[in-house]
């Protein structure tokens, strides 16, 4: 005896489906639409006869009807991309008699009021999560390739190319030189061109990590290693990078401790999480970087000498700025595009004078320190073009009154009925000397009287006399 159904109308029937579920939607075992109700397809701004008989995927965005229908896997409280929001949808195998035979699929919300309320609220969620998921997967990504490092000079080049050849080996790297030099830089470019590409790359900064954490952020640890420790323990860096690269920056700040804990993971390709029972095993390239100088750090006992050697089996050493000057021009240009996009704005230039100026500088602090000084010029910037007065003090400093804006020019014109006395002229020349004084820093009152060899309450006294603003 059959039950249920045989006493409801037709229009009932499909009436009560429309209450229980708003949107639905049924394929057949080969994905093609059998029924969509009303609701479903106001939703899609559709009609009914053009959807049935359809594959489920030309008609619906983003559906997995036709895979649900054939692995007869339910897939519940899916978030599905529709109309440029995401609904939550439920797909079901349907299954008679024991047989699949297609599938159920239904998506939340009644009606579009219904769906920007939920939207409202849940929207900014899952943006967030979005956003922290992409930075997370860039944290494990290379960002720069060889053709963004910049330089065509010889020692420059001999260190890129040397860089792009031992790219494709396995065998650890050590990169030395000044801060600021583009060491970081040279790391993500060789894991990027190296056959571990689609691995992580895995950053650490051994000197900003308080030694007490360095180990377990290195190495993991186990649930319940210690007070604190997360349910399920943590993967550490080592871990993270499995198959890919680890690169450990400012190796010379290790503490000698750790030291010894890294030299056993890179002789027995193993770690062991902190509070761990087994060792596990990794495939792990290094490229470890430092600003010091790790002999003389061995030479005092700061240093061990053979992680020095596990580490140094390639070493690239990268020349300072200041002994690649020709460089500087084209680096400054790769900057200021960079920081046309930050600042939105485009076609920004430097001077001649200014160019030659960076290439008089000695720059201790090197690329960094070049950035700094155009990201400042970019800011005080009133046009297109970079010139001395947009540069820092300390840069500026030996001047010696070139540029047009820094002449003194006495206009005689003022004085047309009589030839001007001499301390009349001398005024003249002071009050221009001030004003240039002013333009140069910026109006910063300190720093002009500096620049002019003067007390600051001096140059008050001046700018009150000559009626300087
Ligand atoms: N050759 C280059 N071309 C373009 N940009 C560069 C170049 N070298 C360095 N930079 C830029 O200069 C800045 C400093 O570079 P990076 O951080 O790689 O230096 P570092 O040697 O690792 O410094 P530190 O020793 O202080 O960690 C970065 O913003 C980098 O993008």
């Known amino acids: 005896m059959q039950f249920g159904f045989d006493y409801l109308p037709y229009k009932w029937l499909e009436e009560i489906i429309n209450l229980a579920a708003e949107r639905i939607v049924v394929v057949d075992s080969n994905g093609l639409i059998r029924y969509i109700n009303s609701g479903y397809c ?3 701004g559709i009609k009914a006869e053009d959807a049935i008989n359809q594959p489920v995927q030309n008609i619906i965005e983003n559906s997995r009807m036709h895979i649900v229908a054939k692995s007869g896997q339910a897939e519940l409280s899916a978030i599905q991309p529709i109309k440029g929001g995401e609904m939550i949808a439920n797909r079901y195998p349907l299954f008679v008699e024991g047989e699949l035979v297609g599938a159920v699929g239904t998506v939340l919300f009644r009606n579009q009021q219904e769906w920007w309320d939920y939207s409202k609220k849940i929207q900014p969620l899952l943006e967030e999560l979005n956003y922290y998921k992409l930075n997370y997967e860039n944290g494990l990504k290379s960002k720069y390739k060889f053709s963004d490092i910049i330089g065509t000079s010889s020692k420059f080049m001999l260190a890129k190319k040397m860089a792009e050849k031992i790219s494709v080996s396995n065998s650890a790297v050590l990169l030395t030189g000044e801060s600021g030099t583009g060491k970081e830089l040279f790391a993500h470019a060789i894991h990027q061109n190296s056959s571990r590409e689609q691995f992580p790359f895995v950053r650490i900064n051994c000197a900003s990590i308080p030694e007490h954490l360095l180990e377990s952020e290195l190495f993991g640890y186990d649930e319940g290693a210690f007070t604190g420790a997360k349910k399920g323990g943590k993967r550490g860096k080592f871990e993270l990078a499995n198959f890919g690269t680890i690169f450990l920056d400012e190796i010379g700040d290790m503490p000698l401790s750790m030291q010894s804990k890294l030299l056993r993971v890179l002789q027995e390709g193993e770690v062991e999480r902190v509070g761990g029972q087994k060792p596990k095993t990794i495939d792990v390239r290094i490229i470890a970087a430092t600003h010091r100088n790790l002999e003389k750090m061995i030479e005092e006992g700061t240093f061990r000498q053979d992680l020095y050697y596990r ?12 002994e690649r000057k020709e460089d ?3 680096i400054a240009t790769y900057l200021l595009k960079k920081l046309e996009k930050k600042f939105h704005q485009h076609g920004i230039n430097l001077t001649n004078r200014v160019i030659s100026k960076l290439q008089q500088h000695n720059w201790p602090g090197n690329i960094r320190e070049l950035e700094n000084v155009l990201e400042r010029a970019v800011n005080v910037l009133e046009g297109n073009t970079i010139d001395i007065v947009h540069l820092p003090l300390y840069l500026r400093e030996n001047v010696h009154f070139l540029s047009e804006k820094q002449k003194v020019y006495v206009d005689y014109n003022n004085h047309s009925d009589s030839f001007p006395t001499l301390k009349e002229t001398l005024s003249l020349v002071e009050k221009q000397a001030i004003i240039n004084a002013l333009q140069l820093s910026n109006g910063n009152k300190l720093e ?10 001096s140059l008050y006294d001046k700018c009150k006399q000559y009626n300087i603003k």
């Open 328 to 330: 500087i021009p084209y």
């Open 448 to 457: 002009a009287s500096k620049l002019l060899g003067i007390g600051k309450t």
């Open 311 to 322: 580490l140094n089996v390639i070493k690239l050493e990268i020349p300072p700025l200041r």
């Open 42 to 44: 106001d939703f899609l």
